[in-house]
């Protein structure tokens, strides 16, 4: 098909600066604590690394704060779960080990092995654009997206009309789906009222 003639116009008009043309990308970042760090409380933990995630690009969107029954390893404190859209120019490889190191400033030590043990702090890629990734170390979407009612309940707060490229379902449908089948397996999620998160947004 050929270009629309005004918006070829348009084009020419105004060629892009290759120097400053910078790819933008959303990613949605599911954000959980369930111990405390040298930021204090698991809120106030969220609530520093939300400012720290700044430095990787622009937090557009902030969903409620909620507090959530452990899965698994129930042995623990309730954690507290939210989720964040940033806007950022990082590939999902360099956020993943962005992510990672803000992790490790907030005292993430996974040297206990346990699997969904207690944390001061967890940051997941859960969608980034419409990606599909399957690389040693990281998959996006997040492998267990479509299974936990702890991140698509935020995630549908900021998204509820993105799209999960593998199942081209949206998230508030996704949400609905785990709702209604077999592998809600309880699992409170409860909106709370957070002092230093509501502070933040
Ligand atoms: P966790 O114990 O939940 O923090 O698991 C982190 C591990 O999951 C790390 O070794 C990551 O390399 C891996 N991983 C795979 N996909 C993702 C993703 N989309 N976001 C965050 N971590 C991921």
């Given amino acids: 098909m050929l270009p629309e003639p005004g918006r070829q116009a348009s084009r020419l008009a105004h060629p892009p600066q290759r120097a400053t043309m910078m790819r933008m990308h959303t990613a949605y970042i599911g954000m959980g604590a369930n111990l405390p760090s040298h930021a204090g409380s698991p809120e106030a933990t969220l609530a520093r690394a939300a400012v720290q995630l700044e430095s990787l690009g622009q937090v557009r969107h902030r969903s409620s704060l909620y507090s959530t029954e452990p899965i698994g390893f129930a042995q623990q404190p309730h954690f507290l779960n939210t989720v964040v859209a940033l806007e950022t120019d990082h590939s999902p490889r360099a956020l993943l080990d962005a992510l990672q190191a803000?992790?490790?400033?907030?005292?993430?030590?996974?040297?206990?092995?346990?699997?969904?043990?207690?944390?001061?702090?967890?940051?997941?890629?859960?969608?980034?654009?419409?990606?599909?990734?399957?690389?040693?170390?990281?998959?996006?979407?997040?492998?267990?997206?479509?299974?936990?009612?702890?991140?698509?309940?935020?995630?549908?707060?900021?998204?509820?009309?993105?799209?999960?490229?593998?199942?081209?379902?949206s998230i508030g449908l996704l949400l609905r789906d785990l709702h209604s089948s077999a592998m809600s397996h309880g699992g409170a999620v409860v909106p709370i009222h957070g002092r230093f998160w509501r502070a933040g947004r």
């Fill in 102 to 169: 803000i992790e490790v400033l907030f005292g993430r030590d996974r040297s206990d092995g346990v699997d969904n043990g207690p944390r001061t702090l967890d940051l997941d890629i859960l969608l980034f654009d419409d990606l599909i990734v399957h690389e040693p170390g990281l998959e996006i979407p997040h492998p267990r997206l479509a299974e936990r009612a702890f991140v698509l309940v935020p995630l549908s707060e900021v998204a509820p009309h993105a799209i999960d490229p593998q199942t081209q379902k």
